[in-house]
């Protein structure tokens, strides 16, 4: 079982940057691929970025690349999101996801997947003004 609990939410002028937390229980966090998803009201939840266990590979959806950046610190079981240039669009709830399998190199293939996530925060409200 592994829960996982976001912090840094809040509401940001446009333009605006926040830094999102997510720390995550269990003694293998160095084994998971984490990832952020967000869901703006009446829209599904969408894929924003993922990084590998070692950190070695992130990816990014089109919509933040350049802006946002993930990160993680594994001796604190920690993933962060580090968004910058904000924009009103961005404004979301937006959720950290743990995915517990090992998929080696197909990680490239399925970290934007949401089904394959089989652990999920309870979410933290970005909001951007204009």
């Known amino acids: 079982q592994v829960q996982l609990v976001e912090s840094g939410g809040g509401l940001v002028q446009a333009g605006g940057s926040l830094r999102l937390s997510c720390a995550a229980s269990g003694r293998t966090f160095s084994s998971y691929t984490m990832g952020w998803f967000r869901q703006a009201p009446g829209k599904e939840r969408d894929f924003v970025a993922a990084?590998?266990?070692?950190?070695?590979?992130?990816y990014y959806a089109d919509s933040v690349k350049g802006r946002f950046t993930i990160s993680r610190d594994n001796a604190k079981n920690t993933v962060y999101l580090q968004m910058n240039s904000l924009k009103p669009e961005d404004t979301a709830v937006y959720y950290c996801?743990?995915?517990?399998?090992?998929?080696?190199?197909?990680?490239?293939?399925?970290?934007?997947?949401?089904?394959?996530?089989?652990?999920w925060g309870q979410g933290t409200q970005v909001t951007v003004s204009s």
């Open positions: 990084i590998t266990g070692s950190g070695g590979s992130t």
């Open positions: 996801a743990a995915d517990t399998t090992p998929r080696g190199w197909l990680v490239a293939r399925t970290h934007a997947y949401r089904g394959n996530y089989d652990y």
